[in-house]
């Protein structure tokens, strides 16, 4: 790899220009196709995307996974470093969301620095402050030091976030850049794949936790090494005056000689910017985009893109994921991350589907099928809930040997394993029953009880009667039905509501316009990101688990109408053709037939 690279461009300003005798022949398919109907023979020419676009492409998104892995591991990692230092409920959240907050921060940063420096030194900022927050975990020996680390960490995903999706849509060309893109949003599967896979790698060891968090240096210093000898976007280049580099990057990038007619059209766009800001520059960039009624469009649908992924609750049910798998009887830690890795793999091979289908039937039908699939699977996770509540058993017994609260303040397993102290203790007999229930006060390993049937020293379990402790759930026969549902919503989200935010959100909006819009609608993504996943316990307490799932089917229902009004197809277009399909109408139903199909 390092020897392909070393050919490509390098990190310098000035580049000269290309031998055109040995340039590279254009990368084109020749087949022969029958016509019966005339009985003549017509060439069609495919064009092949150029191996330094896929080389350029694959080092990108590793910034992608290593958004991926260090938003998966933690679900991991915090199991023993909470048992290490202690962790309370508050510093768990704290733990977790930290990253997501900051990330939220930095991605408007992030949306700056595109502008201000180029694509390609974010990037290279990205990959150091990636690797500088997994080693500051990897050697923490402290709560604060902790928290100082998923911080940083959280800094390089904003960037990374904000300048990969891009940097790559600048790199491709028309016919691959939706297919490019939605790599991005893969490599975050990848990487929450792989994290989960090296959670359970490494939770049979002492200090494994060190592991997991300290391996996310590795693909960040790949990165930085390897983006050293990686192009700036030719369009970022045209833009601040630098012609000459930019036309033998695209050369470079296209496989062929001549690139005017791309150039001309990236110099026309960067002409009537100049213009623009001519004209209005006593207004900041915030005034132009909210009195442009094209870009302001394209910024609403596509924040709104990003808010919907979000408040359909994926967050939710990648952390309910590890409940659900409790209600299989799994209490093994170990055994329940690589469970949670399986559900991982289901995001992350549907991903696929994605990559296969979005330049094939479009961004807005692969959305809205997506969305519809979500919506679903939502609905018949809320129905699994409330089934499971109006058939969760009685408290049968109350423990009175040694004082308990628990045995005595709850009559219901619902109520029971509300409390964060408390644990359902039962046996199910042959027949399916839950008999000789008790509710009693859980262990620190919340897989027994303190006293009672289901203490580790009680003599009922050594006898042919076998108790199990309920935390946070309650046996139910529907338990199959919420796993269920959560696979059916990772299969129909993974292709459509995953990569398609990122991809219509590089593509929509003009360059004058690009960095700050896509630094405000990844700000939106993360910002509902920390809304969803801090408020779900709460909520589900207020309104109740399938309360929430309702509320999170409602909006997907708000969302499809939305959507189906106002998305319109990009597939296909030019960068510099956005503007005009964004004009009009915001009702894309009132278009003609043949402007959706183009």
């Known amino acids: 790899m390092g020897g392909v690279m070393a050919k490509g461009l390098c990190a310098n300003d000035e580049i000269p220009l290309l031998d055109q005798e040995t340039e590279p022949a254009e990368f084109e398919l020749e087949t022969s196709i029958t016509n019966h109907a005339q009985d003549d023979h017509t060439t069609v020419k495919v064009q092949r995307t150029p191996p330094f676009v896929i080389l350029l492409t694959l080092l990108s998104t590793i910034g992608g996974f290593l958004f991926g892995y260090d938003t998966g591991v933690v679900s991991g990692a915090t199991l023993p470093i909470a048992d290490k230092f202690k962790l309370n409920t508050f510093e768990k959240e704290l733990f977790v969301s930290i990253t997501v907050g900051a990330a939220a921060v930095f991605a408007i940063i992030g949306g700056i620095l595109n502008d201000k420096i180029g694509r390609k030194p974010t990037t290279l900022i990205a990959s150091v402050v990636f690797a500088v927050g997994a080693i500051v975990l990897a050697a923490a020996n402290s709560k604060a030091t902790l928290l100082i680390g998923r911080f940083i960490l959280g800094i390089g995903i904003g960037f990374a976030s904000c300048v990969i999706p891009i940097y790559i849509s600048e790199c491709s060309s028309a016919h691959v850049r939706g297919k490019l893109v939605t790599f991005f949003n893969m490599s975050i599967t990848i990487g929450q794949f792989i994290s989960s896979v090296t959670d359970g790698l490494f939770c049979y060891i002492a200090d494994g936790w060190r592991y997991m968090l300290g391996l996310a240096a590795v693909p960040a210093i790949i990165q930085l090494i390897g983006f050293l000898f990686m ?236 108790y199990t402790l309920a935390y946070d759930y309650c046996p139910s026969p529907y338990a199959w039905m919420a796993v269920m549902g959560m696979v059916t919503y990772l299969m129909s989200f993974a292709p459509g509501m995953g990569p398609m935010p990122w991809t219509i959100n590089s593509e929509i909006y003009p360059l004058w316009a690009r960095s700050f819009c896509n630094s405000i609608t990844t700000f939106v993504n993360w910002t509902f990101n920390l809304l969803i996943s801090i408020t779900f316990l709460s909520l589900s307490e207020a309104i109740t688990r399938q309360g929430a799932f309702y509320l999170y089917t409602s909006f997907g229902v708000i969302g499809f109408i939305f959507f189906f009004l106002v998305l319109p197809e990009t597939r296909g277009r030019t960068l510099e053709e956005m503007e005009a399909l964004f004009s009009g109408s915001w009702f894309v139903r009132s278009k003609s037939r043949k402007q959706l199909m183009d």
Do not use: H
């Open 231 to 466: 192009p700036e976007s030719p369009r970022y280049l045209v833009k601040k005056g630098k012609d000459q580099l930019a036309i033998n990057i695209l050369r470079r990038l296209r496989g062929v000689t001549d690139v005017n007619e791309e150039y001309q059209a990236i110099k026309t766009a960067c002409e009537e910017e100049v213009k623009a800001n001519q004209l209005t520059s006593d207004r900041s960039i915030v005034v132009r985009v909210f009195t442009d009624a094209a870009v302001r469009r394209a910024l609403i649908i596509g924040a709104a893109l990003q808010l919907f992924q979000q408040i359909t609750g994926i967050n939710t049910i990648m952390y309910y994921s590890a409940t659900i798998i409790r209600m299989s009887g799994v209490t093994n830690n170990c055994t329940a991350i690589w469970y949670a890795s399986v559900t991982a793999f289901f995001n992350f091979i549907f991903t696929f589907v994605g990559i296969a289908l979005v330049d094939r039937v479009g961004r807005r039908k692969l959305f809205l099928a997506s969305l519809a699939g979500v919506v679903f699977s939502l609905l018949f996770m809320g129905i699994s809930f409330q089934l499971e509540e109006k058939t969760a058993p009685d408290v049968t017994q109350a423990y009175t040997v040694v004082p308990d609260e628990c045995a005595t303040k709850f009559s219901t397993c619902g109520e029971c394993t509300k409390d964060p102290d408390c644990g359902f203790c039962f046996t199910k007999t042959d027949d399916g029953e839950y008999v000789n229930s008790t509710c009693l006060s859980a262990s620190k390993d919340l897989t027994s009880s303190l006293y009672g049937a289901c203490s580790v020293n009680s003599s009922t379990q050594s006898i042919s009667t076998t």
